[in-house]
């Protein structure tokens, strides 16, 4: 498997603009996570899903992030509108309840709004 | 809320110079205790599961412990490319409750 797959791997965007984060997570795997690193806050849970349904999305900051899990495969995260405090690495991760807990991350969506 | 707590922020290591990072956590039923190597750009890299006190885990010259408040992750003879941040994350024991809660991390540098 390629493992998690993220894109794009860069994104600047001016303030305001709509901006959406794509994932995809590796083949059965029934967990889905999005987290937010910042050298300030570290690595935060934003929201997750289990078997494409959001168990806990306490971790949204705003209604200005909307995430879905549309099918098994494909997984979105949108900032709408963007704020330059939203600059972050954007990092989605799976993991399988049968194959063991341990979460498995992409490589990161770079995010800057300006 | 499910607390970890990394020790020190930062390690500066001579080649060879065996040294420990600590992990303290405060978990609500532990499930399992995660460790991650993360090089800088890159995603967090899956390193070991520790799931009860007493368990260890060795991978290279990495060695992992665990007990009811902290886990103990062991360099022994470091090289240039065990630099990097490694993070702690514990995963509490929610009946559905599969999320990981981390550490800020400690950057582990280490000098030829």
């Known amino acids: 498997d390629a493992g998690v797959i993220q894109s794009p791997r860069h994104e600047v965007t001016e303030m305001g603009q709509e901006v959406t984060l794509r994932c995809k997570p590796i083949s059965g795997h029934d967990y889905l996570f999005w987290y937010r690193q910042t050298m300030m806050r570290g690595l935060e849970l934003l929201i997750y899903?289990?078997?494409?349904?959001?168990?806990?999305d306490s971790g949204m900051p705003e209604d200005r992030f909307s995430a879905k899990m549309p099918n098994a495969s494909f997984s979105t995260l949108k900032i709408q509108p963007s704020e330059p405090r939203d600059s972050a690495v954007y990092f989605c991760?799976?993991?399988?309840?049968?194959?063991?807990?341990?979460?498995?991350f992409g490589q990161g969506t770079r995010l800057t709004v300006v | 809320e499910d607390q970890v707590t990394q020790s020190p922020e930062a390690l500066r290591l001579q080649e060879g110079e065996s040294s420990s990072l600590n992990c303290s956590y405060t978990v609500s039923g532990l499930r399992g205790l995660f460790w991650y190597r993360q090089d800088p750009g890159k995603g967090p890299e899956f390193l070991f599961t520790?799931?009860?006190a007493g368990e260890e885990k060795e991978k290279e010259r990495l060695k992992a412990t665990l007990t009811k408040k902290e886990s103990l992750l062991h360099i022994t003879a470091p090289k240039p490319e065990d630099s990097a941040t490694y993070l702690c994350a514990v995963q509490a024991g929610g009946s559905n409750d599969y999320k990981l809660s981390f550490g800020a991390g400690t950057t582990v540098t280490v000098r030829a």
């Open positions: 520790l799931y009860s």
């Open positions: 991760a799976s993991s399988s309840y049968l194959q063991g807990t341990e979460a498995f």
């Open positions: 899903f289990n078997n494409n349904v959001p168990i806990d």
